[in-house]
């Protein structure tokens, strides 16, 4: 079994990288540091090209007290060198983000096994996506267009505006066509027709909050997780407590969650949160997917994070596995 594992993370993460149980890799870093593998963390500006092999500095994390921590000296590697990468920075999907992940094309993938493949990450926006199954998508439209918006959002009367390479619900604007400032919001978000956004028809059960459905490899996972609106606010907005309920997957969830893990595992897409409102996927999230561990042991009573892991490993196993016999058969 590869037991040398190297975490690409936020700037913010590795800043509050201690006592972080918030966030999904702090959970991620810490079964695999209590299963004796050799976890390494970095940040996606310590990635670089050198002789045309891909390079990393990067710092090695140790378990000390049930708590995560890493060491403050940076050590050189070649990605190469580690038996698996995670790649989950934050978006934004920007130009750095961009260059992140063109560095991982000098990476040999039957030398290290990449989750999720940054080259697909590039090629996969989170909500333009959706319309690769769009019999599981709200109706929509994607352009930079204020017209072409226009019409649709008076088409539908209530629509959602979306930025296409943010997160958290950065930049999201509930539209109502009877809004006396839509067209100056479209005309701002849109960069007066320069930029696309994704818009789509609103979900009346959207007031109950989104479902996030949990994947890793094909399996999707029989927990989930509410995520409620804010106070004031139309969306998911707070990681707060008061904020999140118990759910549950219908069968019509699982059988789409399903079809896309299926499709999207073979592009190299192991690890992805959906977001779904009334068996209907807003979101795709394959970039740094939440797994709300913590949430879920709450109102789960369960250790959510063991579950988790034995799937991991199991998905590097089978892969690593299936390299083994590619190789042999060349």
């Excluded at 130009?95 to 940054?118: G, H, S």
């Excluded at 759910?247 to 897409?269: C, D, F, V």
Aim: glycine share 4%; proline share 4%.
């Amino acid at each position: 079994m590869p037991k040398s594992i190297l975490f690409i993370i936020d700037e913010l993460e590795l800043k509050y990288f201690e006592f972080n149980d918030l966030v999904t890799n702090f959970w991620f870093i810490k079964e695999f540091l209590k299963r004796d593998y050799k976890v390494s963390v970095a940040v996606k500006g310590n990635l670089f090209i050198e002789n045309a092999k891909a390079w990393v500095l990067s710092y090695n994390s140790f378990l000390k007290d049930e708590n995560i921590f890493y060491e403050k000296e940076l050590t050189k590697n070649m990605v190469n060198d580690f038996d698996v990468v995670f790649f989950r920075p934050d978006p934004p999907v920007d130009i750095e983000y961009i260059n992140a992940c063109y560095v991982f094309d000098y990476v040999d993938r039957r030398k290290t096994l990449l989750i999720n493949d940054p080259s697909e990450i590039k090629n996969f926006n989170e909500k333009l996506h959706v319309n690769y199954f769009p019999e599981f998508a709200p109706e929509n439209i994607v352009t930079a267009s204020p017209e072409l918006i226009l019409k649709f959002a008076e088409k539908n009367h209530e629509t959602i505006l979306k930025p296409l390479n943010r997160c958290f619900g950065s930049g999201v604007y509930y539209l109502n066509s009877e809004d006396k400032n839509l067209l100056t919001i479209i005309n701002s978000m849109t960069q007066e027709g320069k930029t696309p956004v994704m818009v789509q028809k609103y979900i009346p059960e959207a007031k109950y909050g989104d479902k996030r459905v949990l994947i890793i490899g094909r399996t999707v996972l029989e927990e989930c997780i509410q995520k409620l609106p804010g106070d004031h606010n139309f969306k998911f907005s707070i990681h707060n407590d008061k904020y999140f309920q118990d759910s549950y997957l219908t069968q019509n969830e699982k059988l789409m969650a399903e079809k896309i893990a299926s499709q999207l595992s073979e592009r190299g897409l192991y690890l992805i949160g959906l977001d779904v409102i009334n068996e209907k996927v807003i979101e795709i999230n394959v970039t740094s997917p939440c797994y709300f561990i913590r949430e879920i042991n709450q109102h789960y009573g369960i250790h959510f994070e063991e579950k988790i892991m034995a799937h991991l490993e199991k998905l590097i196993s089978n892969r690593y596995a299936q390299e083994r016999l590619y190789a042999v058969n060349r």
